[in-house]
């Protein structure tokens, strides 16, 4: 059993960073692959990043790419979200998740955590 908590989350001006924070429990972190996902009120989760095992390998939805940056720190059980010039439309929970493989689908993925919100206001 792996439980995920995340942080990091507020409100920012449009053009503005925030950085979000998984940490997990246990001492499994390492055997799992992390995704963030998002979901706005009224829409469906989408897929925002994901990171390998090791952290060698990372996907990214294609709304994020160039501004956001996935990272893990396996020693700290810790996985991250770097967000950079932030858009209103990148108003959200945001949920991170663990899984077997690195994946870009909500099914994909076993363990989830509660949701932080990000705010970006124009």
């Known amino acids: 059993q792996v439980q995920l908590v995340e942080s990091g989350g507020g409100l920012v001006q449009a053009g503005g960073s925030l950085r979000l924070s998984c940490a997990a429990s246990?001492?499994?972190?390492?055997?799992?692959?992390m995704g963030w996902f998002r979901q706005a009120p009224g829409k469906e989760r989408e897929f925002v990043a994901a990171?390998?095992?090791?952290?060698?390998?990372?996907y990214y939805g294609d709304s994020v790419k160039g501004r956001f940056t996935i990272s893990r720190d396996n020693a700290e059980n810790t996985g991250y979200l770097q967000m950079n010039s932030l858009k209103p439309e990148d108003t959200a929970v945001y949920y991170c998740a663990g899984g077997p493989v690195i994946a870009t689908k909500v099914y994909e993925y076993n363990y989830w955590g509660q949701g932080t919100q990000v705010t970006v206001s124009s």
């Open positions: 990171i390998s095992r090791s952290g060698g390998s990372t």
């Open positions: 246990g001492r499994t972190f390492r055997r799992f692959a």
